[in-house]
């Protein structure tokens, strides 16, 4: 019944921006933390950023401060991360996860989207 469903990724050159957005339904009170992970072939399931439902507590990698932006919507149904000055390395698939609270491993999320390739070419 919990879905969420990533979109905005697509190609873009290195010092682009782009938008992602996470559309999430069938969450309940329990489920508080909103998280983004990004993973690249052969590679490990890394935090990117993360956000609280109540409060709009944030947190993000060091890779990710100062570049991305994580935000939620005022309805409280769509989760944001601006990605800004992309870099090669930024190159990955980008998951938006739910869990009960803020944490920055994927074992601490319950629920995932599908995925969406964020490509940053050089």
């Known amino acids: 019944q919990v879905q969420l469903v990533e979109s905005g990724g697509g190609v873009v050159q290195a010092g682009g921006s782009l938008r992602l957005s996470c559309a999430a339904s069938?969450?309940?009170?329990?489920?508080?933390?909103m998280g983004w992970f990004r993973q690249a072939p052969g590679k490990e399931r890394d935090f990117v950023a993360g956000i609280r439902w109540s409060g709009g507590s944030t947190y993000y990698a060091d890779s990710a401060k100062g570049r991305f932006t994580i935000s939620r919507d005022n309805a409280r149904t769509t989760v944001y991360l601006q990605m800004n000055s992309l870099q090669p390395e930024d190159t990955a698939v980008y998951y938006c996860?739910?869990?009960?609270?803020?944490?920055?491993?994927?074992?601490?999320?319950?629920?995932w989207g599908q995925g969406t390739q964020v490509t940053v070419s050089s």
């Open positions: 069938g969450l309940t009170l329990r489920t508080n933390g």
């Open positions: 996860a739910a869990g009960r609270g803020l944490y920055t491993t994927a074992t601490g999320y319950d629920y």
